[in-house]
């Protein structure tokens, strides 16, 4: 329970000091006032209306005292005064201006009409001094520690003259337990250089970075701006990540709006920020429209994708969420999470393989969801090449049972989580994809179930990419290994991929491929690079990055279409629609029996499967020496 603030909790000694200051700054306003008043002379008049301020005197000291205490003069932390506090000591005056002329005209007193506001000005400049006092002197201490040398803080530079510039360097100097030193501040603003930031030069802009990393021996340097846009944020890192200095960001606009910008709420720079676009957003009442009140399963719910699909169909008002993984810690780890996030939520979490047709059924008939999404499958490449026919017991196998399972059992869509592998595969996982995106599209043809599939690249963080794999390798002093130093992929972050696939499936209506646009391509040699650099250390000199040579099943680029689909675009324009091709059903059957004889026989070996898969898939090629 919040404990209510009281008066009484600040030491008594520090009231009665005020108080004592205040009623010093009353006789000496009084008194102050009909001097200047009379323009600095002691004469005959001065005297007669100094005896009149005398007899006030009692009555302001009392009307004073009630008036600060009214307005909280005595409550505020003055080491910490700032604009607030001002208009406070200001109003406070003001009242007590009022209140003596009030008073002078009900006595009845006389005394000069000029006097009045020469007594309200002098009032509060003494009390401004005595509250102020404190905090000028702090800073002035402030400032002299910054001069003298001190090893335990770091030389800190600011990108960003701002609100949220400003914030930062604030709190820097008025907190004791921050062991940074700002000593310069950079902004593209040509109007700011050559000034002062409180007190700190503001030297130039971006391009000014490493000159004056050079110059003030910067150690950290700290990216306050939150309104910019990515690609801006983008070009300040690239300066910024070749000078070694360790950096961090202010995350975002958000905490400028809310008053958050602090220290604490600084976080360190993340290789997503040099991806160099803005964030995708979606529109949040399509997704809501459809899931809201819904009954929606996930399989594969406690993976890297599948998790972020419950988190934000959590979010998004689902009438019930059923999670099913065949990896029970996964699946309870998501289950944890949303129980704390979500406390209202009616969860089922379900242990079950969707290679299992007699538990597909019951789960389908006992909970009837309306929408399923489809996440479980094999996703590594090299582990899927060297053991083929899993990937296609679990990819293609397990997406027929769980959506024929829909079908039967009347879901109203059902969305698989496709990828861009799928597309002119090189590899058995990318070839056991396509054949999920051909079983949903046959399927849609069957059952009223809206069957559609989502396809997009890697997701930055996911089980697998590569980000996770460099970060180890370079906390173990390296070297990242890279399979070739041309090789490319799309990235998206995860809750990106996943907002774009919920909102795909709002567009469905049946037999789609929805692609997702995954912006720009990049080079993992240069992500490797970025990444060192980002740690703080240096390509090739601290951490060597090492060519192993493309795995089996590698591709050095990854397609989003096929050329024989035609592409129409979406309300948004981050998702497209690829034409399905044309499928013959009965031989496509004969394909998929043919496959499921290959891989229930153990005697079977991985080039059999592959074979079977290259007749279903035409464009699937193989290495027929694995």
Same mark, same amino acid.
């Given at each position: 329970?919040?404990?209510?603030?009281?008066?009484?909790?600040? $030491?008594?000694?520090?009231?009665?000091?005020?108080?004592?200051?205040?009623?010093?700054?009353?006789?000496?306003?009084?008194?102050?006032?009909?001097?200047?008043?009379?323009?600095?002379?002691?004469?005959?008049?001065?005297?007669?209306?100094?005896?009149?301020?005398?007899?006030?005197?009692?009555?302001?000291?009392?009307?004073?005292?009630?008036?600060?205490?009214?307005?909280?003069?005595? /409550?505020?932390?003055?080491?910490?005064?700032?604009?607030?506090?001002?208009?406070?000591?200001?109003?406070?005056?003001?009242?007590?201006?009022?209140?003596?002329?009030?008073?002078?005209? *009900?006595?009845?007193?006389?005394? =000069?009409?000029?006097?009045? =506001?020469?007594?309200?000005?002098?009032?509060?400049?003494?009390?401004?001094?005595?509250?102020?006092?404190?905090?000028?002197?702090?800073?002035?201490?402030?400032?002299?520690?910054?001069?003298?040398?001190?090893?335990?803080?770091?030389?800190?530079?600011?990108?960003?003259?701002?609100?949220?510039?400003?914030?930062?360097?604030?709190?820097?100097?008025?907190?004791?337990?921050?062991?940074?030193?700002?000593?310069?501040?950079?902004?593209?603003?040509?109007?700011?250089?050559?000034?002062?930031?409180?007190?700190? $030069?503001? *030297?130039?802009?971006? %391009?000014?970075?490493?000159?004056?990393?050079?110059?003030?021996?910067?150690?950290?340097?700290?990216?306050?701006?939150?309104?910019?846009?990515?690609?801006?944020?983008?070009?300040?890192?690239?300066?910024? /990540?070749? %000078?070694?200095?360790?950096?961090?960001?202010?995350?975002?606009?958000?905490?400028?709006?809310?008053?958050?910008?602090?220290?604490?709420?600084?976080?360190?720079?993340?290789?997503?920020?040099?991806?160099?676009?803005?964030?995708?957003?979606?529109?949040?009442?399509?997704?809501?429209?459809?899931?809201?009140?819904?009954?929606?399963? *996930?399989?594969?719910?406690?993976?890297?994708?599948?998790?972020?699909?419950?988190?934000?169909?959590?979010?998004?008002?689902? /009438?019930?969420?059923?999670?099913?993984?065949?990896?029970?810690?996964?699946?309870?780890?998501?289950?944890?999470?949303?129980?704390?996030?979500?406390?209202?939520?009616?969860?089922?979490?379900?242990?079950?393989?969707?290679?299992?047709?007699?538990?597909?059924?019951?789960?389908?008939?006992?909970?009837?969801?309306?929408?399923?999404?489809?996440?479980?499958?094999?996703?590594?490449?090299?582990?899927?090449?060297?053991?083929?026919?899993?990937?296609?017991?679990?990819?293609?196998?397990?997406?027929?049972?769980?959506? %024929?399972?829909?079908?039967?059992?009347?879901?109203?869509?059902?969305?698989?989580?496709?990828?861009?592998?799928?597309?002119? =595969?090189?590899?058995?996982?990318?070839?056991?994809?396509?054949?999920?995106?051909?079983?949903?599209?046959?399927?849609?043809?069957?059952?009223?179930?809206?069957?559609?599939?989502?396809?997009?690249?890697?997701?930055?963080?996911?089980?697998?990419?590569?980000? $996770?794999?460099?970060?180890?390798?370079?906390?173990?002093?390296?070297?990242?290994?890279? %399979?070739?130093?041309?090789?490319?992929?799309?990235?998206?972050?995860?809750?990106?991929?996943?907002?774009?696939?919920?909102?795909?499936?709002?567009?469905?209506?049946?037999?789609?491929?929805?692609?997702?646009?995954?912006?720009?391509?990049?080079?993992?040699?240069?992500?490797?690079?970025?990444?060192?650099?980002?740690?703080?250390?240096?390509?090739?000199?601290?951490?060597?990055?090492?060519?192993?040579?493309?795995?089996?099943?590698?591709?050095?680029?990854?397609?989003?279409?096929?050329?024989?689909?035609?592409?129409?675009?979406?309300?948004?324009?981050?998702?497209?629609?690829?034409? $399905?091709?044309?499928?013959?059903?009965?031989?496509?059957?004969?394909?998929?029996?043919?496959?499921?004889?290959? *891989?229930?026989?153990?005697?079977?070996?991985?080039?059999?499967?592959?074979?079977?898969?290259?007749?279903?898939?035409?464009?699937?090629?193989?290495?027929?020496?694995?």
């Amino acid at each position: 329970m919040k404990t209510k603030f009281s008066l009484w909790q600040i $030491p008594v000694s520090r009231i009665i000091i005020l108080l004592i200051l205040d009623m010093l700054s009353v006789v000496l306003a009084s008194y102050g006032a009909l001097y200047w008043r009379f323009e600095f002379s002691f004469d005959t008049l001065f005297i007669q209306y100094a005896e009149f301020a005398t007899t006030l005197l009692p009555f302001d000291l009392v009307i004073t005292a009630v008036v600060f205490w009214l307005l909280k003069l005595y /409550k505020s932390v003055w080491r910490y005064a700032s604009t607030n506090e001002l208009i406070n000591i200001a109003a406070a005056c003001a009242v007590c201006f009022l209140l003596q002329i009030i008073l002078v005209a *009900v006595m009845p007193l006389q005394m =000069p009409r000029s006097y009045y =506001p020469m007594y309200a000005f002098l009032l509060m400049i003494m009390v401004c001094a005595t509250r102020f006092s404190y905090r000028i002197l702090r800073m002035f201490n402030s400032k002299r520690r910054s001069i003298s040398k001190d090893p335990e803080k770091k030389n800190t530079m600011v990108i960003g003259a701002g609100a949220a510039g400003n914030a930062i360097i604030k709190e820097i100097e008025s907190s004791s337990y921050v062991n940074l030193k700002v000593l310069c501040v950079i902004d593209d603003d040509p109007g700011c250089h050559k000034k002062l930031l409180r007190g700190i $030069p503001i *030297v130039g802009d971006r %391009t000014c970075i490493p000159d004056a990393v050079d110059a003030y021996h910067i150690e950290e340097i700290i990216i306050a701006i939150p309104s910019a846009p990515r690609s801006k944020i983008r070009e300040v890192l690239e300066i910024c /990540k070749e %000078t070694g200095c360790q950096m961090q960001l202010v995350p975002g606009m958000y905490q400028l709006i809310n008053g958050d910008v602090s220290v604490s709420s600084l976080r360190q720079v993340q290789i997503e920020d040099l991806l160099g676009r803005d964030p995708i957003e979606v529109n949040v009442d399509e997704i809501m429209g459809y899931v809201k009140n819904k009954i929606v399963m *996930v399989t594969g719910g406690g993976g890297s994708i599948g998790s972020e699909l419950c988190r934000q169909i959590s979010g998004h008002g689902a /009438k019930q969420l059923i999670i099913v993984d065949i990896y029970e810690n996964n699946a309870y780890d998501i289950q944890q999470e949303l129980k704390v996030k979500h406390p209202d939520l009616d969860l089922i979490v379900l242990i079950a393989s969707v290679r299992n047709t007699a538990r597909m059924n019951t789960i389908f008939r006992t909970y009837h969801p309306d929408i399923v999404y489809h996440a479980a499958a094999h996703k590594h490449v090299p582990l899927m090449e060297d053991s083929p026919i899993e990937a296609i017991k679990n990819n293609v196998f397990g997406t027929l049972k769980t959506a %024929t399972a829909a079908g039967e059992n009347g879901a109203k869509k059902f969305v698989l989580i496709s990828t861009d592998k799928a597309v002119n =595969p090189t590899n058995i996982m990318g070839a056991s994809k396509r054949i999920c995106e051909m079983i949903i599209q046959q399927l849609n043809q069957k059952y009223s179930t809206e069957f559609v599939a989502v396809r997009f690249g890697n997701v930055l963080g996911s089980n697998g990419s590569v980000i $996770p794999l460099f970060k180890k390798q370079i906390e173990k002093g390296g070297p990242v290994t890279v %399979t070739h130093k041309d090789i490319i992929r799309y990235f998206m972050t995860i809750p990106e991929a996943v907002s774009l696939v919920l909102q795909a499936g709002a567009y469905a209506h049946g037999g789609e491929i929805f692609i997702l646009d995954m912006g720009e391509p990049v080079r993992i040699y240069d992500l490797a690079e970025n990444l060192i650099k980002l740690s703080g250390y240096i390509p090739g000199e601290d951490i060597e990055i090492k060519i192993t040579g493309l795995r089996p099943g590698e591709k050095l680029y990854e397609e989003l279409l096929m050329s024989e689909e035609g592409m129409k675009d979406t309300a948004n324009h981050l998702i497209h629609i690829g034409k $399905p091709i044309e499928i013959d059903e009965a031989e496509f059957r004969e394909g998929l029996d043919a496959l499921a004889g290959v *891989v229930a026989d153990e005697g079977k070996q991985p080039e059999d499967v592959r074979a079977v898969v290259k007749k279903i898939v035409p464009t699937y090629a193989y290495n027929k020496n694995l």
